[in-house]
């Protein structure tokens, strides 16, 4: 049970994890979140021009889901399950955009960044 939740909290951490929020800060709206996520794949997966607008509108629907989701009176089990089912699905979105190289590219670079949120983690 403890391993799940802290890979949900994985899962949620990971949405937010390309703007790092100091706690000054606002938190960016879904778009700023989305603009900015497209811009990390744009770079690093080397988007094309015809990709970049398709990811962007994925990356800015499964922002609003989370927001929705965080602001909603769900559960933390099932906020937990809604995000694990929200990132499969947009897993699937993307990896229709993606190209192969490009999809196992960002499955490799999600996993690192995986092991540097629990290694962060399991220093506090």
Request: net charge positive; aromatic share 6%; with cysteine.
């Amino acid at each position: 049970m403890k391993k799940c939740i802290v890979h949900g909290l994985l899962m949620i951490t990971m949405l937010f994890l390309f703007t790092r929020v100091q706690a000054q800060q606002t938190i960016p709206t879904a778009e700023e979140r989305s603009t900015k996520l497209t811009e990390w794949m744009k770079t690093n997966l080397h988007l094309t021009a015809e990709q970049v607008p398709k990811v962007h509108d994925i990356n800015l629907k499964y922002a609003k889901k989370t927001d929705d989701l965080m602001l909603g009176n769900h559960s933390k089990e099932d906020k937990m399950h809604i995000t694990k089912v929200n990132n499969q699905a947009k897993e699937g979105e993307l990896k229709m955009v993606f190209t192969e190289d490009q999809f196992k590219t960002y499955k490799a670079k999600k996993e690192e960044m995986k092991k540097e949120i629990q290694d962060e983690m399991k220093k506090q």
